[in-house]
């Protein structure tokens, strides 16, 4: 196994696939049986509890910066293994948290989770700079657009400034058919490549439906590679969980953890139980879920600016 446990999800530009990251990096890894906590820490654009159907009660990481509640008063069993500590959307709430608290909040999870990711907000400011000092390691997110890449330069300098350690690049949004060279990205940032994620239709499909990717569509593409990563980012062997769904298009359950019970359970199930596993039926089918919601697919594209 790493020695790093605690990851900070980062990105210079919004809208290059860091909350997609967050979300699918943890989930694989709760699959493979390891305890997983998962962390809004975009605390003025909070939107990671939408990508797991998390609909938090009155308590949040807002709450838990402000001093009102503890750690474990916003943290949510989402799955097997796995939990969020979901920030809030109130701006007067989020006027209130001191993000220093934050060292506090990692400190916690860190001690009870085999994994932390920290889902950190695009742009420059304290509470973005703080994750990243706090983190074991910063995962560089950025599609290959020069300008997502140009951005990616200034959250390493943040990152340094921050005292923290890049883990490497990860590119999103790849293209089998492209010539650019992700290695010259990751060369020209002066880092290491961790990996690439290929476009994939079905990313977009499982926003709609509130599940990570890796569940929603576990043999697509992009769902591989993130198993991927988070087998390079753990050591751990995250293959054989593969497809392992049940009749109901859910995980097969995982080892139990320890921790669970000490979370409280949430009621983010999704049914999939008209998916099928052909492929043409399953192009049909996104095509007419694509027709019926068009006003969702425009607050989806909006929403993907702060991922």
Known sequence: ????????????????????????????????????????????????????????????L???LSGDASVNDATYRIADNI?????????????????????????????RFDYVFLDVGAGVSHET???????????????????AVHDSKKTLELTERAGGEIAGLLVTRTRPDSDISYDEIATRLETSLLGTIPEDFAARESVYAGTPLVVYEPDGPAAAAYRQLAADLSGIDVSDVAGQTDADGEASEPPADDAGDS??????????????????????????????????????TEAESDL
Not at 32 to 50: E, K, P, S, T, Y
């Open 263 to 300: 979370h409280r359970d949430h009621d983010s199930t999704v049914d999939h139980s008209d998916e099928t596993d052909d492929a043409g039926d399953g192009d049909e089918e996104a095509d007419e879920r694509e027709a019926a919601h068009d006003d969702v697919s425009n607050a989806i």
């Open 129 to 147: 700079v703080l994750p990243l000092g706090l983190a074991d390691a910063v995962v560089l997110v950025s599609t290959p657009e020069p300008a």
């Open 83 to 111: 939990v969020a500590v979901p920030s809030g959307t109130s701006l007067d709430e989020y006027a209130d948290t001191a993000p220093e608290g934050l060292r506090e909040v990692v400190s916690d999870l860190r001690d």
């Open 1 to 60: 196994m790493s020695h790093e446990t605690v990851y900070a999800i980062a990105s210079g530009k919004g809208g290059v696939g860091k909350t997609t990251t967050t979300v699918n990096l943890g989930t694989a890894l709760a699959q493979a049986g390891q305890r997983v906590a998962i962390v809004d820490a975009d605390l003025g654009m909070a939107n990671l509890a939408g990508f797991v159907s998390l609909t938090p009660d009155s308590t949040t």
């Open 62 to 64: 807002h709450d838990v």
